[in-house]
T-cell receptor, first 114, second 110 residues
Framework: EPEVTQTPSHQVTQMGQEVILRCVPI?????FYWYRQILGQKVEFLVS????????KSEIFDDQFSVERPDGSNFTLKIRSTKLEDSAMYFC????????????FGSGTQLSVL | TQLLEQSPQFLSIQEGENLTVYCNSS?????LQWYRQEPGEGPVLLVT?????EVKKLKRLTFQFGDARKDSSLHITAAQPGDTGLYLC??????????FGQGTRLTINP
């Protein structure tokens, strides 16, 4: 079965540094998402992306966050100036027709901000 | 934001026993999904329930959506050690967003 691929699997950064988390969604999918999961807490929605623009974002997704689809295959999440509380597992997901259809999640990037 | 509460948060039972996990909200969802998440992996969809009162079966797993579409349950019959994992319910909010419960960590002891 096709997979959503995320790199790196682990990222350690210093507070205040910029990080870019990378995702390759499944090739014929049109909707792309980022979720995060702080250790011991719920999986939380960050942002959805369709037709080269953000279609919805949560209150977590403030000005420090941005997403981009720089080419036909990659989907990135950038955190401009990381904070300690950004430490979490970040999951990329994709599907063809929006949330009512099966969502395919990647294995996640564990971000640790020191 | 609509909230989903799962119970219990932790459950440890013996192989062969039956169990039920609950997912409750005060809000109505258009549909509700159940996921299973293994350590170091993303959630994997088990089932989507859409219609109030709907029941879906996946081998020994039975999923039910409440009549009012505010709650759901997952029942496992004759649990096996391979059922061990984190089970998440998620409600569909709008067209683009899933709201997750906090999960039920299930351990089946041989």
């Amino acid at each position: 079965e096709p997979e959503v691929t995320q790199t790196p699997s682990h990222q350690v950064t210093q507070m205040g540094q910029e990080v870019i988390l990378r995702c390759v969604p499944i090739s014929n999918h049109l909707y792309f998402y980022w979720y995060r999961q702080i250790l011991g807490q719920k999986v939380e929605f960050l942002v959805s992306f369709y037709n080269n623009e953000i279609s919805e974002k949560s209150e977590i997704f403030d000005d420090q966050f941005s997403v981009e689809r720089p080419d036909g295959s990659n989907f990135t999440l950038k955190i401009r100036s990381t904070k300690l509380e950004d430490s979490a597992m970040y999951f990329c997901a994709s599907n063809r027709q929006g949330t009512n259809e099966k969502l395919f999640f990647g294995s996640g990037t564990q971000l640790s901000v020191l | 934001t609509q909230l989903l509460e799962q119970s219990p948060q932790f459950l440890s039972i013996q192989e062969g026993e039956n169990l039920t996990v609950y997912c409750n909200s005060s809000s109505v969802f258009s549909s509700l999904q159940w996921y299973r998440q293994e350590p170091g992996e993303g959630p994997v969809l088990l089932v989507t329930v859409v219609t109030g009162g709907e029941v879906k079966k996946l081998k020994r797993l039975t999923f039910q959506f409440g009549d009012a579409r505010k709650d759901s349950s997952l029942h496992i019959t004759a649990a096996q050690p391979g059922d061990t994992g984190l089970y998440l319910c998620a409600g569909v909010q709008g067209a683009q967003k899933l709201v997750f419960g906090q999960g039920t960590r299930l351990t089946i002891n041989p």
